[in-house]
């Protein structure tokens, strides 16, 4: 197991949204104020999720830059706004470790298998879950795909890992969704489970 903290940003303040709902933000501070406390705990690493990208599908380097230098070295896996594989190969060029994909993987019928061919261990699929359906662009829209449907083409793409979160949980502090990880663990790729 690992210990990979998760923070959700808007601007450059760590947040949390309930459910994921952009106007229900429960938190905010300045990241700066947030990561040393994190850092202290000796993280694997660090899942960052730019929300402004992941609902205007742009990624920001000034904010990747500013996270490398707070990270203390800890490695950084990086979602939001990656519409792209150029934009992916970008980020890790920049020095983040791991990019998470999930609107654009699942926004065409080849995309998957693209960021697949393309990023090899680099990439983590988003299998971002609403009523047993995955839910795409910053968890606004339902893209039509069921979670087991999501899964199995991953495991058939070569992914080999997958970032599961369940949206009715996230920020809820309820606990997490076993039920959800019962379906989605041992099919293949490896799952970060998250919400």
Do not use: K
């Not at 087991?148 to 979160?165: M, N, W």
């Amino acid at each position: 197991m690992h210990f990979i903290p998760a923070l959700d940003l808007l601007g450059h303040d760590a947040v949390r949204l309930e459910q994921g709902d952009y106007d229900r933000v429960i938190f905010r501070r300045p990241v700066e104020e947030v990561l040393p406390p994190i850092l202290n705990l000796h993280p694997d690493l660090l899942h960052i999720v730019d929300l402004d990208g992941a609902r205007e599908g742009l990624v920001r380097d000034d904010l990747i830059r500013d996270l490398l230098a707070l990270s203390g070295g800890v490695l950084l896996q990086m979602s939001g706004g990656i519409r792209s594989v150029e934009t992916a190969r970008h980020l890790l060029e920049l020095g983040v470790h791991r990019v998470i994909v999930g609107t654009a993987v699942w926004a065409t019928p080849h995309g998957l298998m693209e960021f697949a061919d393309s990023l090899g261990d680099a990439l983590v699929v988003a299998v971002d879950v609403r009523n047993g359906r995955v839910a795409t662009g910053g968890w606004l829209e339902d893209s039509g795909l069921d979670v087991d449907d999501a899964v199995g083409r991953c495991a058939e793409a070569g992914v080999r890992r997958l970032h599961v979160t369940a949206i009715s949980r996230d920020g809820t502090m309820s606990g997490p969704d076993l039920d959800l990880y019962r379906q989605v663990c041992g099919r293949g790729p490896a799952v970060i489970a998250a919400g």
